[in-house]
């Protein structure tokens, strides 16, 4: 048995979409995808902007890698974020990862410079990660999100 119809226009699909373009339209998501870009770019240029590159040290490596990572995913979110809101909790778990980083890798320069570059920069990863779950949960319906109305427009949840 075959359906003519394409699932892509299906009305559920079509107002998922509808929602998710919405979300993405918001300027407080755009702001977390844009500051979340640049705090990914910024940790994986720390290496030579704190200065410890030089060593090749596993920090740097590992401040190279997780920095692109990313950066990647706030580009997924800015710009497909219907498919990309479901891997929306590994944003904060880069964070937390950042954050502890200094101390769990072995043979890293965890020197001061090091350390508060990554825990300040850890720290921005993960708060602008839980802000773009938050986009995220708006369409499940969890609490601390928000909802479309027949609109486009987007308001808190009540």
């Known amino acids: 048995m075959t359906h003519g119809a394409d699932i892509g226009t299906h009305p559920?699909?079509?107002?998922?979409?509808?929602?998710?373009e919405a979300a993405a339209a918001n300027?407080?998501?755009?702001?977390?995808?844009?500051l979340t870009l640049l705090s990914g770019l910024y940790l994986a240029l720390s290496p030579w902007i704190?200065?410890?590159?030089?060593?090749?040290?596993?920090?740097?490596?590992?401040?190279?890698?997780?920095?692109l990572a990313v950066a990647l995913l706030a580009m997924g979110y800015s710009s497909a974020f219907g498919?990309?809101?479901?891997?929306?909790?590994?944003?904060?778990?880069?964070?937390?990862?950042?954050?502890?980083?200094?101390?769990v890798i072995r043979g890293g320069m965890a020197t001061t410079a090091t350390i508060i570059s990554n825990v300040v920069v850890g720290a921005l990863i993960l708060l602008f990660g839980l802000a773009t779950m938050r986009f995220g949960m708006m369409e499940r319906g969890q609490p601390g999100g928000f909802r479309t109305t027949g609109s486009a427009h987007m308001g808190p949840a009540h």
């Open 50 to 67: 704190v200065g410890f590159s030089g060593t090749r040290t596993p920090l740097a490596v590992n401040n190279l890698i997780t920095g």
């Open 83 to 103: 498919r990309t809101y479901g891997i929306s909790w590994v944003a904060p778990l880069l964070g937390i990862w950042t954050i502890i980083a200094p101390w």
């Open 12 to 20: 559920d699909i079509m107002q998922m979409r509808a929602r998710y």
């Open 27 to 34: 300027p407080a998501a755009q702001l977390a995808d844009g």
